[in-house]
């Protein structure tokens, strides 16, 4: 019989340690091998797009329980003055949402504020919608294809990426239109994979795991798009850093952290 913190991590999808998810994202992930290395020696990438369904499943399966664990209690607490705005009722966009996971969570602990949810994935797009829905917050929190150079509104209180910055073709691009999209007290938070800035300091469990995702999914997928910067998983707080303030940003800071994500507060 398995120990109880053993048998969580395979059975309760609560569980901030819920493992089937990695093990699906893996097994889709691998799927799609001898195009990712075909696409490799031509240099063209390999689209998110075109993976098969375990990979846009089984990614949010394995990054859901950290955001339902942290969220809420500690992500959003630990930027200046966010919460308060977010409980008076603030517009939020967020960007490369995916199945809807974030979004949901804080239209549910937010009722007053408005979600616009936009991912460049139509399939996932469709399912955010339908969640939304079945959670009964879908007058709140909307779903929108778009890119996130390009998403739509503006005055937004709030803006969010939850490890997708380092997927982007152009995350620069993208930060630029954040940054266009923003009131001038606004609030860019970017949710990345734990990461250090030089390579023996990813050498660790988490670094190896995110390192063999960067290889086969983050990557290419940031080389299918337009510039193809291809930051990838493990690109640290001072590419992130560099990024955003190319982007025009003023102020950046790591907010906050567990050993799987880091946070970080960008303001103008």
Known sequence: MLPPEQAAALTDPDCPTYLPGAFQLALGTLAGTSKIVEAARTGAGFGWHEHTADVH?????????GYNANLISAWLPALDGVVDKLERG???????CGHGASTILMAQR??????????YHAGSIETARRRAQEA???DRARFEVALAAGYPGTEYDLVTMFDCLHDMGDPVGAARHVLGTLKPDGTWMIVEPMAADRVEGNLNPVGRT?????????????LSQDVGLALGAQAGEARIADVVGTGGFSRFRRAAET?????YEARP
């Open 57 to 65: 499943e089984g990614c949010e399966r394995f990054l859901r329980p």
């Open 90 to 96: 603030a517009l939020v966009a967020d960007v490369g």
């Open 110 to 119: 937010f009722p007053n504020s408005v979600l616009v949810g936009s991912d």
């Open 136 to 138: 009964g917050v879908a």
């Open 210 to 222: 995110y390192y063999a995702f960067s290889t086969l999914l983050c990557t290419p997928a940031s």
């Open 259 to 263: 050993p799987f994500n880091i946070v």
